[in-house]
């Protein structure tokens, strides 16, 4: 029963070590509401759990539906972001899995 537990223990840690050497890094900033709805889901109300991207990454829409590298920065709404800190730092570091 031990030897099962030590492996248990062991596979989780690595587990754990995988999955942080693959999350990319930045930072997350906020904006303020009024947040624009969707044009990539055809202007549907979807929350307001959003994170917006920069004009050069919109391209006009054709940023819909590809992976996108953020550069780092994550632009995340006001409510978004409130979850992750306190809205009064206004940006914080953070780690994320890309999908």
Not at 38 to 60: E, F, I, K, P, R
Request: proline share 4%.
């Amino acid at each position: 029963m031990r030897i099962q537990m030590k492996t248990l223990m062991m596979a989780c840690l690595v587990l754990c070590l995988i999955s942080t050497a693959y999350a990319a890094q930045g930072n997350a900033v906020y904006y303020d509401p009024p947040y624009t709805k969707s044009a990539c889901y055809q202007n549907q109300d979807h929350g307001t759990m959003v994170t917006g991207v920069s004009d050069d990454l919109w391209d006009g829409g054709r940023a819909c539906g590809r992976r996108q590298p953020c550069n780092g920065v994550l632009n995340l709404s006001k409510d978004a972001f409130a979850v992750i800190a306190d809205t009064v730092a206004g940006k914080v570091q953070v780690e994320y899995n890309p999908v």
